[in-house]
């Protein structure tokens, strides 16, 4: 099993920045990528963007490219999401997933493809 535990999230005004962190425990060896998701309210669940733990490959959603930065600590094994120029649209609670697959090349990016999830940490973003 692995466990996570995100953190990092508040109330932020537009325009505004936010870190949000998750810290990984257990089984972690099992794992190969890491991948934040975001829910708002009446939605459904939004993929944002995902890493590799080996090489550090990256990918995002069309909608945070350009302003999220994904990012991990192997040593820690804690993976990071830099949150900059942020609008009320992107006010949802952030989850943390973790994936057991391994692919060579590709990252996930559905919901159904990560095995562990967090208990999500709420961003707010005011206008």
């Known amino acids: 099993q692995v466990q996570l535990v995100e953190s990092g999230g508040g109330l932020v005004q537009a325009g505004g920045s936010l870190r949000l962190s998750c810290a990984a425990s257990g089984r972690t060896s099992s794992v190969y990528g890491m991948g934040w998701f975001r829910q708002a309210p009446e939605k459904e669940r939004e993929f944002v963007a995902a890493i590799k733990w080996s090489g550090g490959n990256t990918y995002y959603s069309d909608s945070v490219k350009g302003r999220f930065t994904i990012a991990r600590d192997n040593a820690k094994n804690t993976v990071y999401l830099q949150m900059n120029s942020l609008t009320p649209e992107d006010t949802a609670v952030y989850y943390c997933?973790?994936?057991?697959?391994?692919?060579?090349?590709?990252?996930?990016?559905?919901?159904?493809?990560?095995?562990?999830w967090g208990q999500g940490t709420q961003v707010t973003v005011s206008s």
């Open positions: 997933a973790a994936d057991r697959t391994y692919y060579s090349d590709y990252i996930p990016s559905s919901a159904y493809e990560y095995d562990y």
